[in-house]
């Protein structure tokens, strides 16, 4: 007899399964891989994004692409979040993590087509991303020379000095991938900068500002050892007030000080007309009694997360004050821990302790824009780097730029331990996996063989995006690699010269957090990917009520 059919899901369900649904899956990932493949490497190239608010994006970071693709495949979103991953915690290597995971795919979608069950592969991967990163952290290289000097403080003097060319190398290695290419030795130095002011123990990058000012050269941009930013917004006595303070005594406040006006449907009645000169007069009182507590405070530079109106402007401008409202808060936040200024909610009981101190302050004029710089900060613990630059679209790809660097150097000074770039580690990971597969038996060794071979991407792509001839040029490195001596180790590709170099000795040099991140986080991807047999695509559950949508206008028959 004919058996009913049992429905489970609601009616209308899609769902999808079996080996065309998994295929279907890497086929969806290696299509957004595709897409940012040709921006890996010194001569990637450069995406335009153009959004349906009107907005364009030209950019050749990962991340940056990925996110703005707006993907809605569900499989494919994976690759998304490893790459938002990846740039948070180490903000480089966004493009290479991708597309690993889409070389993973590709080379498994070989076995899964053969008949191998998705968890032999799964089970070969894990063991091969193993053997990876105990390989990377067996060749890695420790950038730090231990100091000599048994005081802590010296040492941690003498290890920064140590450590300034190799961190500057470092980014330049991370710039070299980016529109700035050009100038990633002056941004190198900078970067190196910025990050050697923070705080060793912490290397808290909200602590870096970057501001950005359309006009001039690229290498206009300067490094502010303090905090700078735009002129905050001024009312009618602005200019009266001082625009250079040696030695200022700095207060920060998160309150308004203005007149403000009463709220909608307020109602006061009144029987006479001194009640109303009386409820005016207190509301003045109250204003001046604020003013007159910060000047009793000694503060000659007066910030203010929020509006300071034109009564005060003036007030503090008779008094050879200088005043600044609606100050954007990480900006009131890095002053506070640069000067060493606590911010206030009121003005009662202002104690000596609460207010900051620096060097200097002044009002300097950036392009179209003036910006306050306060230099000279005891508690310097902070720094502003302000890009300069021909175009908006130009200085944001500039700002994506000095952020993956500065990530590279923090991560290379909180984790001294660095190898070649330009492949060279993949190459040699690769060579070390495949004499592994040799020594072991079944489907194992073919899938940790694969893994070997999906890693090669890596160098292939950097030489195809540079235009130069793939094939030789990994032939050209595993017979490098394949030196019993090790002597070939460092050996990656050569941009400059259309050949292979020993990318050590040219000081390419990436952090081993970055290759470790990646591999670890592609692996991972891949391996959720591939266990993944079923898709339910369950329909949109039915509204309150019935009703159609309404027909748009210009529609109507």
């Not at 941690?156 to 470092?170: D, F, H, P, Q």
Request: proline fraction near 4%.
């Amino acid at each position: 007899m004919m058996q009913p059919k049992i429905l489970v899901l609601r009616q209308g369900t899609d769902e999808s399964q079996g080996i065309p649904q998994l295929i279907s899956n890497i086929n969806a990932c290696n299509a957004i891989v595709d897409i940012v493949r040709t921006t890996l490497g010194p001569r990637g190239m450069d995406k335009l994004i153009y959004e349906g608010n009107g907005a364009i994006t030209i950019s050749n970071d990962g991340a940056t692409i990925m996110k703005l693709l707006e993907i809605v495949h569900p499989a494919a979103l994976t690759l998304v979040e490893i790459a938002k991953s990846q740039d948070e915690e180490v903000g480089d290597g966004t493009t290479t993590v991708v597309i690993l995971a889409g070389e993973f795919l590709k080379e498994a979608k070989e076995f899964i087509e053969t008949g191998v069950h998705p968890t032999d592969i799964i089970r070969g991967y894990t063991r091969a991303s193993e053997l990876a990163k105990e390989k990377i952290n067996e060749l890695s290289v420790n950038i730090n020379k231990p100091s000599s000097s048994s005081d802590d403080k010296n040492s941690s003097s003498s290890t920064a000095g140590v450590n300034r060319e190799i961190l500057e190398k470092c980014a330049s290695t991370a710039l070299n991938s980016k529109l700035v290419h050009s100038h990633r030795d002056f941004f190198s130095k900078m970067v190196v900068d910025a990050v050697l002011k923070l705080d060793n123990s912490l290397l808290d990058l909200d602590l870096i500002g970057i501001k950005k000012e359309k006009g001039g050269s690229l290498e206009d941009s300067l490094l502010v050892d303090g905090v700078a930013f735009k002129k905050c917004f001024s009312y009618a006595g602005f200019e009266q007030q001082p625009k250079k303070i040696p030695n200022p005594k700095i207060l920060l406040l998160n309150l308004e000080l203005e007149l403000k006006a009463e709220k909608d449907n307020a109602e006061i009645r009144i029987d006479k007309s001194e009640d109303y000169q009386a409820m005016i007069d207190a509301e003045w009182k109250i204003i001046y009694q604020k003013l007159d507590q910060i000047v009793a405070s000694g503060a000659n530079v007066i910030f203010s997360r929020l509006a300071i109106g034109d009564l005060a402007t003036q007030y503090f401008a008779d008094r050879n004050i200088f005043c600044g409202g609606r100050v954007p808060a990480d900006d009131l936040n890095r002053l506070s821990k640069a000067t060493g200024a606590k911010i206030q909610t009121t003005v009662s009981n202002l104690i000596p302790a609460v207010v900051g101190i620096s060097e200097l302050f002044e009002e300097l004029q950036i392009g179209g824009e003036r910006y306050n710089f306060i230099t000279g900060c005891p508690n310097a613990k902070t720094a502003t780097i302000i890009l300069r630059g021909g175009g908006e679209q130009f200085i944001e790809e500039a700002h994506r730029s000095i952020h993956d660097a500065i990530m590279v150097v923090r991560r290379a000074k909180k984790h001294s331990y660095v190898v070649g770039g330009g492949g060279a580690i993949e190459m040699e990971v690769s060579r070390y996996l495949r004499e592994y597969s040799r020594t072991i038996k079944g489907k194992q060794q073919l899938v940790i063989n694969s893994f070997a071979k999906a890693l090669e991407v890596i160098p292939r792509q950097i030489s195809a995006n540079a235009g130069f001839d793939s094939t030789d040029i990994l032939n050209k490195l595993r017979q490098k690699h394949a030196d019993a001596s090790g002597g070939g180790k460092w050996y990656g590709v050569d941009i400059e010269n259309e050949d292979i170099c020993d990318t050590f000795a040219k000081n390419i040099w990436e952090p081993v957090m970055v290759k470790l991140n990646s591999i670890t986080a592609a692996t991972e991807a891949a391996c959720l990917i591939l266990s993944v047999d079923v898709t339910v695509k369950a329909p949109r559950p039915p509204g309150p009520d019935d009703t159609p949508a309404p027909v748009p206008r210009g529609r109507r028959r």
